[in-house]
């Protein structure tokens, strides 16, 4: 089946630390991928997206890359802020689904 | 440009009861999908209604029905509620029924729902 693997969390970091939170996904077919962002009390926000391999989707200061010999879709952000704390969640849909496939979700916490 | 809406935006109910969540999508947006989170997890898609038609519904059992009205809003009903029903439900937005690859779907804050 399609499914999607983030690294566990929480994740803790300094202000203008580097961040790297890791994706994986199988999936049959040629999937897009997306990072949506949840902050405290919200919905989703859609963050970046890539649609096809070696797209890099960025948004924010935040980039991936679609990365289809290692099926991964790992987010990076060079310098993060106090107000990137929040839940990320990477995800994938099939050509022609209809329906996002999640996976559970990294909480970032960056103390200034 | 109003984005999507849901209410309420908590909700408690006992066992057994029956809920009924509401959704009103993005301006422009035709297709509705209903998500559940529970606590700590990802979000788990439960169905998604186009043109007033149940069109695609995930690994949920049949205690979840929904339904679309002509303006585009959409209801999302639990019967018979067990402690498990639990979480946030989301509701999501987006255009037409070509796939999601380039339409991406936009979410609602979500209605809390708490089972005791």
């Known amino acids: 089946g399609n499914s999607v693997t983030q690294m566990e969390g929480p994740v803790t970091l300094s202000e203008e630390a580097f961040l790297t939170i890791n994706c994986t996904y199988t999936?049959?077919?040629?999937?897009?991928l997306f990072w949506y962002v949840q902050y405290p009390g919200e919905g989703l926000q859609l963050l970046l997206k890539?649609?096809?391999?070696?797209d890099k989707g960025s948004n924010k200061g935040f980039e991936a890359t679609y990365r289809k010999e290692t099926t991964s879709f790992h987010l990076e952000k060079g310098s993060v802020q106090v107000s990137d704390s929040a839940v990320y969640f990477c995800?994938?849909?099939?050509?022609?689904?209809?329906?996002?496939?999640f996976g559970q979700g990294t909480r970032l916490t960056i103390n200034p | 440009d109003a984005g999507v809406t849901q209410s309420p935006t908590h909700l408690i109910k006992t066992r057994g009861q029956q809920v009924t969540l509401r959704c009103s999508p993005k301006?422009?947006?035709?297709?509705v999908s209903w998500y559940q989170q529970a606590l700590g997890q990802g979000p788990q898609f439960i169905f998604q209604?186009?043109?007033?038609?149940?069109?695609q519904r995930g690994n949920f059992p049949d205690r979840f029905s929904g339904h679309q009205f002509p303006n585009y809003s959409s209801e999302l009903n639990v019967n018979a509620l067990l402690l498990g029903d639990s979480a946030l439900y989301l509701c999501?937005?987006?255009?037409?029924?070509?796939?999601?690859?380039?339409?991406?779907?936009?979410f609602g804050d979500g209605t809390r729902l708490s089972i005791l």
């Open positions: 999936a049959t077919g040629y999937p897009s």
């Open positions: 995800a994938l849909v099939i050509q022609g689904a209809q329906k996002l496939v």
């Open positions: 999501a937005s987006s255009l037409g029924f070509a796939g999601l690859r380039h339409q991406p779907q936009h």
């Open positions: 301006s422009g947006h035709d297709t």
């Open positions: 890539a649609t096809k391999a070696d």
């Open positions: 209604y186009y043109e007033e038609e149940e069109r």
